[in-house]
């Protein structure tokens, strides 16, 4: 995923709550680049 990582820093909160936060981004915006969604009017 290409995160760093500090294992000595591992399972505080802060850290785990950021990391969790950079890897989900990662994650959309990987998924918005391959095509993303489909917008849906109400």
Sequence with gaps: AGIDFDGR???SARYDTEKTAELFCGIVN???EMGG???FDD
């Design 37 to 39: 969604w489909e917008d």
């Design 9 to 11: 820093e591992a399972h």
């Design 30 to 32: 990987r998924w918005k």
